[in-house]
């Protein structure tokens, strides 16, 4: 079993920055691909980032390209979400996520294996 915690959410003005990080326990992740999605209120939850086991190669949803970095550091279990330019929209519970099953990253939510709890997110205009 993989533990996920997240962590590194607050609150913060638009174009300002957050650093998520994601600390897994358990088991290693260096195998995994991990993904973050988002759920804003009432709505579903979206893909926003995903990241191969090496970290050789990166997705990202059309929203957040250009602001949002996804890396990873498997030396300590972790798994990274740099957020700059931030805009209200962007308010949500930001979740980390792996994909235990299979050596691709996916933009689908219930091909991931492993969720955290969550870290809020909240943008002011």
């Known amino acids: 079993q993989v533990q996920l915690a997240e962590s590194g959410g607050g609150l913060v003005q638009a174009g300002g920055s957050l650093r998520l990080s994601c600390v897994a326990s358990?088991?290693?992740?260096?195998?995994?691909?991990m993904g973050w999605f988002r759920q804003a209120p009432g709505k579903d939850r979206d893909f926003v980032a995903a990241?191969?086991?090496?970290?050789?190669?990166?997705r990202y949803g059309d929203s957040v390209k250009g602001r949002f970095t996804i890396s990873r550091d498997n030396a300590k279990n972790t798994v990274f979400l740099q957020m700059n330019s931030l805009k209200p929209e962007d308010t949500a519970v930001y979740y980390c996520?792996?994909?235990?099953?299979?050596?691709?990253?996916?933009?689908?939510?219930?091909?991931?294996?492993?969720w955290g709890q969550g870290t809020q997110v909240t943008v002011s205009s």
């Open positions: 990241i191969t086991s090496s970290g050789g190669t990166t």
């Open positions: 996520a792996a994909r235990a099953l299979s050596f691709i990253t996916s933009t689908l939510q219930e091909r991931y294996d492993y």
């Open positions: 358990g088991r290693t992740i260096s195998s995994y691909p």
